[in-house]
């Protein structure tokens, strides 16, 4: 037996099946017993493969992880995890889309599922555009999927601002792009600041002093491609001078795909810098935070339980269903890749993990057969 120092731990037995399935077992307990003799938090055992060698010997893999939690297993069983899920809640990019182009077998995959009775949500971290304009990414795509089983951050901005009743002498200072202004006029709350503040400049002449609305009750801050000197001491002046005022950000992702060539700087980094300047903490709407989840639960009168969260981001999409008490299945067909999830380092796992949502489609194929 060699435990290498990488989680991978390979064994070796004759080709038999019985002898192997011994030789597994030899294995495991032999390794919990020097785990258990040094003390190490050794918590995961994981038969995932056997190889036969050239000398017909079995190489038997065991997957160990020693950041203390078990690693995910491959989805092998599609029936049974859409069996027990009345709700499925999907990431967007990554998931469904890459880009503008639509991840294979997507749309035969919604269908299966609306077929077997299931409730579809989609929800993205994404704040430049709302749910109407996403709506139209949608149908752009050849997927037909209504408004209302669309939640992007921008939205949430707007909905927990209507939640705790936001007055309606206040208005919201925006940073962030077009989705978040179009959100807020839908649910009827007065805003400045966004785009219109994209190409402020300040001249800072001796004695230069910055006016600021004081019936500003909220900052927004999102993704914001035109952010500037401006609009960060606008919204560092309502943050700390205008009593109440609430500091809150639609997602603080490190990064985002703009492009496919390379990852930008993402919501964190505009929110990052209004944190560094008001030494506040934003209330976060967006994933992982839990308000979209249980908006969703109360709105549509689901249970979290039956819920499984599917996403391609381990430390937003997962973290966000795992918040939320959801199942969660991790799909490779965006960011994270097969080394990320299993490296050591990683302590976020899903239940289970699966190259693409199409995969799902397998519970189909053994239903009719
Ligand atoms: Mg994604």
Redesign the pocket.
């Known amino acids: 037996m060699v435990v290498s120092s990488s989680n991978t731990v390979t064994s070796s037995s004759r080709p038999d099946s019985s002898l192997s399935r011994c030789a597994c077992l030899a294995s495991t307990s032999l390794l919990s017993c020097y785990f258990r003799l040094l003390n190490l938090p050794m918590v995961a055992i994981n038969v995932c493969e056997l190889d036969v060698g050239e000398d017909e010997s079995v190489l038997i893999h065991i997957r160990l992880n020693f950041a203390g939690t078990p690693v995910a297993p491959f989805l092998t069983d599609a029936a049974k995890l859409i069996d027990s899920a009345k709700t499925f809640i999907f ?5 469904i889309w890459k880009g503008d182009k639509l991840i294979n077998g997507v749309p035969e995959t919604l269908d299966m599922l609306r077929s077997m009775g299931k409730k579809l949500v989609f929800v ?2 994404n704040s430049t555009k709302s749910r109407k304009e996403y709506g139209k990414k949608f149908e752009s795509l050849g997927l037909d999927v209504t408004e209302e089983e669309i939640f992007a951050s921008s939205f949430a901005a707007a909905a927990y601002l209507k939640s705790i009743n936001f007055p309606s002498n206040k208005k919201v200072y925006v940073v962030g792009e077009a989705g978040i202004q179009l959100e807020l006029k839908q649910a009827g709350i007065s805003y400045i600041g966004g785009p219109e503040d994209g190409d402020k400049k300040i001249d800072l002449a001796p004695g230069r002093f910055m006016e600021h609305d004081q019936d500003v009750g909220a900052v927004v801050v999102g993704f914001d491609r035109n952010i500037n000197y401006y609009k960060l001491q606008y919204a560092t002046l309502c943050v700390r001078e205008n009593p109440g005022c609430l500091f809150i950000a639609t997602n603080c992702d490190a990064v985002t795909h703009l492009t496919d060539a390379q990852e930008w700087a993402g919501g964190g980094a505009m929110v990052g810098a209004i944190k560094g300047s008001t030494k506040k903490e934003p209330l976060v709407v967006g994933k992982p935070s839990t308000f979209m989840m249980d908006y969703l639960a109360s709105e549509f009168k689901i249970s979290k339980s039956e819920i499984c969260m599917v ?3 381990l430390d ?2 997962i973290l966000f269903g795992q918040n939320g008490g959801c199942k969660t299945l991790l799909v490779l067909s ?2 994270t890749t097969l080394e990320t999830l299993q490296s050591p380092d990683n302590s976020i796992q899903p239940d289970a993990y699966t190259n693409q949502i199409s995969d799902l489609l397998s519970a189909k194929k053994v239903a009719s057969a």
């Open positions: 990431d967007c990019d990554g998931v993205t971290n996403g391609d981001r937003t999409d965006g960011v």
